[in-house]
DNA sequence: ATGAGTGCAAAGTATTTGCACGTAC
DNA sequence: GTACGTGCAAATACTTTGCACTCAT
């Protein structure tokens, strides 16, 4: 399923070569931390998780900088946006799928409907519109914040 | 279709007083001013809209505290979520629907699919998630951007 | 060697909050 | 009269940017 993180470093290489922009330390490195972080991650507390490592150090604006880059090679989407924070998810490998996020403990449950994609493409189409991307956020409680209220 | 203008500020009266809250002239006067502006907003937009108004003024931290309220009530969804900015929108009286937002251009198309409704409450039955809200973006090209890229 | 990238601190946005004053009840 | 709500300005939170230095090419 998944490509590996040295893979996938390769193919970032490939990418900012084909930008003309350099492949540096920097870079690469934010591609093997996310990969070793969590799936689902907010900017902040990448960037403090990064702080404590100790090899490895990637700044805060290089951090801002990079994910964009990221997000336009493909390797991370921004899936959530919550109180103003953004949650992104590494997706390399992964099939295009939506989530349920939980109001009240902050928990992500993930699924993959085919059914839905293929009604957005409908939709698209009748109305002349070319889709790069979309996000389907269903917000509520999940189980057991509802078992517990 | 629609209700009132005046309709909604009564139940929003009603809202409040249950709520222990006070009816002031800022919370009744943010629905004419909401009601009166585009369907689509961003809060700072509105709140210069707002400023340059003779009659009912209300300061920038009303709004943003009456348009949580009015969130709470059900008069008005965040509906897009770009560039770190949330669009709200005027629902009241009006069915659900789901959004086309065009990158290049800002324009919002509004498109209502019940088949994808039904799938959502589908799947929230599957996971046993209560859900309270949810958005649907679907980024990307309107038309005309398309057209003249 | 040279210009793109980095890290820092400062500046920008969007939003929230503390507090003195006003007003609904 | 007594809180609660408002408006202001200050604070906060997230993100971007200017600039001097570093490093990939």
Chains 1, 2 share one sequence.
């Not at 907010?42 to 805060?60: A, F, P, Q, Y």
């Not at 290089?62 to 997706?91: C, D, H, P, S, W």
């Not at 699924?111 to 009748?126: A, G, P, T």
Request: one cysteine or more; charged letters at 35%; a positive charge.
């Amino acid at each position: 399923m998944g490509i590996s993180t040295e893979e996938l470093k390769r193919e970032f290489t490939k990418f900012l070569k084909k930008k003309n922009m350099r492949v540096t330390k920097s870079r690469l490195n934010l591609i093997d931390l996310i990969a070793d972080y969590n799936k689902h991650f907010e900017i902040e507390e990448l960037v403090n998780w990064i702080s404590t490592k100790s090899d490895k150090k990637v700044s805060r604006s290089t951090v801002y900088r990079t994910l964009k880059l990221l997000e336009e090679f493909g390797a991370i989407k921004e899936v959530i946006k919550k109180n103003n924070k953004t949650i992104y998810e590494f997706v390399v490998g992964r099939s295009h799928h939506d989530h349920l996020v939980c109001t009240e403990c902050g928990k992500i449950i993930e699924f993959v409907n085919e059914d839905i994609e293929s009604l957005q493409n409908e939709i698209c189409k009748r109305y002349n519109f070319k889709p790069t991307h979309h996000r389907l956020e269903i917000f509520g409680l999940c189980s057991e914040c509802n078992r517990s209220r």
